[in-house]
Each structure stands twice: as structure tokens, then as C-alpha cells.
């Protein structure tokens, strides 16, 4: 038999079709295939069995026996920073990539930048299955240059195969509810928490996952952080969104969850950290409440990635002695609705749709709008 060795591990992700229910469970063997390869590092996707012991009295303190409650899929995702092969994950993460616009040169079709791919990732106010809304730049078939179909939908989630040598593992309908970004030395990772509804083991085609021609990873040097306005060197910063996502069961779901749904507030933070202190101009922008905008942003030829902040304030900065080493900065940061987009010649002709704390770009070589790639 067959040894298990994460040597020869691999991943990939899939997201569920536009015109899917949740769950979906009838993949065929072949569906994940090439190109939906991700750039894996590590994961610790749980299967867990929840159990009921039998609590009848019965002459003595032994158990005879546990009834299944629930099964549940959930666990964390951790994948190398990188300019192709993120953008499904990250769009689930964030949950609206914008399919067509009066003033832009596609219709259905990612807009076109130097012959790469650009994608303007928004926060959406839900992640479940969601029809399309009035003001969100859809167009049918036919109209204005339009590819969608009656009965498409808003799908943020998909499934998440690992192979495993011994056999290769499907986690169905997962969706991202954290999302960490991570930009230290040595490498940018991304880490998401994920939400499954379940979990199967066979031969999925991981033989033929394959990542996209080009690997160029998003590396540290490459960070560019500008401040309003300024470019600013920083030593790490970490961002985090909380989707506050809620798994829960009923007499119709059975021994699944029903679909996630959004629970409480989404949440978005960010923190950076610069070398040396040596400016108290943080600090009086807290003492101030002086509002602020920023971004991260990577570029490597054609290929970008940027994560930008049009409001925020700072809550926190410290500046503490460790020792005889060098006084360094810490900022923790609390992004906000902006009054309005400080970084709209960004976007090309791409006009945001939601009014939202964080904005992702991609530049990449995916040609399809990450919401209607099947």
C-alpha cells in the first residue's frame, strides 16, 4: 500500500458552478483538472465526528454506546503568495469580482492590461449562493455584450482536493471564513480558515492538477507600502478578514450544516510594523483620530497584487524597549467605510460597486471573472 507523504502532496481548489445548489457533492472524477492547481504549503483540514453518549442509566458507570450527531469539515489553509493560482480562493474570500461595467472594456471578461488579466476584488455584504443584485454590472446573454445566464448566481465557495498518495481527499463546498495575509521575510503567505460541508476520499485526477505556466511568487523586497501618499518602508505587516461565517444544522440539514451564512459584522484589520522608531507622525495621527489610507502593493513585470485601504485609523502603536536591540514600531489599524475610492486610477476603467473597508487587486494570467469561471 501506498505511504502518505506530504513530499508529494499536492492542491487543489475548484470553485462549485454559478448554477449549483449547495451542497455540491457529485463532482466527477475528472472535474478538477488543469489549472486548478494552488500553490500549497501546509493545511490542517479537520474531519471531525460529533457524538452523543448514551445517557440512560444502566446499573453501572461504564458507556454502551454513542449515537453521530454531526459531521464537520473545517480547518485551516496555508498557501504561498503568488500572482496566479490565488485568485478563486481570494475571491471566495472577499465575494464579489465585478463581471461587466458600462465604462469598461469587457463583458464577462477580465479587462485586458498589458496582456495580463485584471481583477478587482470587493467585499460583498453576503458570501452564500445570492442571485445577481440590481447595480452590480450584469448583463444577460446577448445584452451589452453579456455571458450570463438566467439562474446564474453569486457562488463563493468550491472544493478543496488534496492528494494524499494513499488516496486523494475532497473537502466539498468549502468557503473562507478568515482570511490572513501575511508579508514578512522570507515569503508572503496566505492562510484561510476554511468551512466544508463534507468530505470524500477517492481518485480525483491529481495525477493532472496542474499550477499555471508561470510561478512567480509575490517575495517580500517587492512590497511597496505607501502611507497617503508616501512610500513608506515597513518591516511586516499582517491583514485579516473575519467573515463570521455560522455553521449550523436543523431537522432538514440532518448530520450537515446548511449552507454558512454571515453571522455578525464582517471584521478587517490590518498591522504593520516599520524597523526603527524614529517619527512620532503615527502617533500623533492617534492622539489626532487623524484618518489615513494605504496600501501593499507587488509588482513583478506585467504581474500585480496590491490590497488597498481607502479609510482608516489607527487604534494601537507601540514603541517598546527589548533590551539593548533597536526600538522598533508596531501599529495596529481599524480600515473603514470609505467617503470616498483614494485609489481609483487603480482600477482602469473598473468602477467599484460596494462601499467597502478593503479593495484586492490581481493582475494575472486568469482570463475569466473568477464568478463565472464554471
Not at 508561470?214 to 511597496?224: M, Q, S, V
Not at 483614494?342 to 460596494?354: R, T
Amino acid at each position: 500500500m501506498a505511504d502518505g507523504k506530504g513530499v508529494i502532496a499536492k492542491a487543489a481548489f475548484l470553485k462549485d458552478p454559478k448554477d449549483s445548489d449547495y451542497p455540491k457533492t457529485d463532482w466527477g472524477g475528472s472535474d478538477i483538472a488543469a489549472g486548478d492547481q494552488i500553490p500549497f504549503i501546509s493545511e490542517s483540514i479537520g474531519t471531525p465526528v460529533d457524538k452523543e453518549d448514551d445517557a440512560t442509566l444502566q446499573g453501572g458507570a461504564g458507556l454502551l454506546k454513542a449515537d453521530t450527531i454531526g459531521y464537520n469539515t473545517a480547518g485551516s489553509l496555508i498557501v504561498q503568495g503568488r500572482y496566479n493560482n490565488i485568485g478563486r480562493l481570494l475571491a471566495c474570500a472577499m465575494g464579489f469580482e465585478n463581471p461587466n461595467d458600462e465604462g469598461a472594456t469587457y463583458h464577462g471578461s477580465p479587462e485586458t492590461v498589458s496582456g495580463k488579466y485584471l481583477h478587482v476584488l470587493e467585499l460583498d455584504n453576503v458570501l452564500h449562493r445570492q442571485g445577481w443584485l440590481a447595480g452590480e454590472g450584469r448583463y444577460p446573454s446577448g445584452s451589452g455584450g453579456g455571458t450570463w445566464n438566467d439562474g446564474d448566481q453569486k457562488v463563493r465557495c468550491g472544493a478543496l482536493a488534496f492528494k494524499k498518495n494513499v488516496n486523494d481527499w475532497r473537502h466539498n463546498s468549502c468557503m473562507v471564513n478568515r482570511m490572513l495575509i501575511r508579508i514578512e521575510p522570507p515569503r508572503v503567505s496566505f492562510e484561510f480558515d476554511m468551512l466544508g460541508y463534507s468530505t470524500q476520499r477517492g481518485s480525483y485526477n491529481s495525477g493532472n492538477w496542474t499550477l499555471a505556466t508561470d510561478k512567480t511568487n509575490l517575495i517580500f523586497p517587492e512590497c511597496t507600502f505607501t502611507l497617503s501618499g508616501v512610500a513608506t518602508g515597513i518591516a511586516r505587516a499582517e491583514i485579516v478578514l473575519e467573515n463570521n461565517l455560522a455553521a449550523e444544522r436543523d431537522t432538514a440539514s440532518g448530520l450537515y450544516i446548511k449552507e454558512p451564512m454571515r453571522n455578525d459584522k464582517r471584521a478587517v484589520t490590518f498591522g504593520f510594523d516599520l524597523a526603527r522608531y524614529d517619527s512620532d507622525s503615527t502617533l500623533t495621527d492617534l492622539n489626532n483620530d487623524t484618518e489615513r489610507y494605504c496600501s501593499f502593493e507587488f509588482a513583478n513585470g506585467d504581474y500585480n497584487f496590491g490590497v488597498y485601504f481607502s479609510a482608516f485609523k489607527y487604534q494601537k502603536i507601540d514603541a517598546n524597549i527589548a533590551g539593548t536591540s533597536i526600538i522598533k514600531m508596531t501599529h495596529q489599524c481599524k480600515p473603514y467605510i470609505p467617503g470616498s475610492d483614494q485609489f481609483s486610477a487603480e482600477w482602469s476603467d473598473i468602477v467599484l460597486k460596494k462601499d467597502a473597508e478593503m479593495v484586492i487587486k490581481i493582475t494575472d494570467d486568469n482570463s475569466n471573472n473568477y464568478l463565472d469561471e464554471n
